[in-house]
C-alpha cells in the first residue's frame, strides 16, 4: 500500500510541477510580447532616448 502512495504522490507532484511551468512559460510569452509591442513603439515614435524602460 506505502509503495502506491508513494507513486501516486509523485504522480501528483510532477503534475503540478508540470502545470505550473506551463504556466510559467505563457507568462514569460505575454511578457515578451509587451516588452516587444513597447520596444518598437517606442522605437517608431522617435521621442526621448528610444527607450521606454528606467534601467
Known sequence: MVP???VLLIVLVLF????ALNLLWWIAAIV???WLLGF??????????????RW
Do not use: C, K, T
Open 40 to 53: 518598437l513603439l517606442r522605437q517608431g515614435s522617435g521621442a526621448g532616448r528610444g527607450r521606454w524602460y
Open 4 to 6: 502506491l502512495l508513494l
Open 16 to 19: 503540478g510541477a508540470g502545470f
Open 32 to 34: 515578451l510580447v509587451v
